[in-house]
Nanobody, 113 residues
Framework: QVQLVESGGGSVQTGGSLRLSCVVSGVRFSGSVMGWYRQGTGKEREMVAR???????QYADFVKGRFTIARDNVRNTVYLQMNSLEPEDTALYYCNTIPYNPWGQGTQVTVSS
């Protein structure tokens, strides 16, 4: 059974930084494509970033240059370093494998102006 446990969210002011973590179990992590997603209130879930087993990365246009995705195959953990945060980044952030497994509980990020 795949488990995805996100952490690291919080409340920051515009321009602040946060580092999200997601610990993954129940799947061969080192061979999995991993993604970070977010869902704002009243909005659909959208992809933020993804990383392949060979560390190739892809970012949504709205986070390029501000967010960095990374993985640690020893700790079965995927990270999202978020810098220069804006109020528009306020959302519940999730990680998942690609293809998807059941979603975790997410971690809330709130950015105030």
């Amino acid at each position: 059974q795949v488990q995805l446990v996100e952490s690291g969210g919080g409340s920051v002011q515009t321009g602040g930084s946060l580092r999200l973590s997601c610990v993954v179990s129940g799947v061969r992590f080192s061979g999995s494509v991993m993604g970070w997603y977010r869902q704002g209130t009243g909005k659909e879930r959208e992809m933020v970033a993804r990383i392949t087993p060979l560390d190739s990365t892809q970012y949504a246009d709205f986070v390029k240059g501000r967010f960095t995705i990374a993985r640690d195959n020893v700790r079965n953990t995927v990270y999202l370093q978020m810098n220069s945060l804006e109020p528009e980044d306020t959302a519940l952030y999730y990680c998942n494998t690609i293809p998807y497994n059941p979603w975790g509980q997410g971690t809330q990020v709130t950015v105030s102006s």
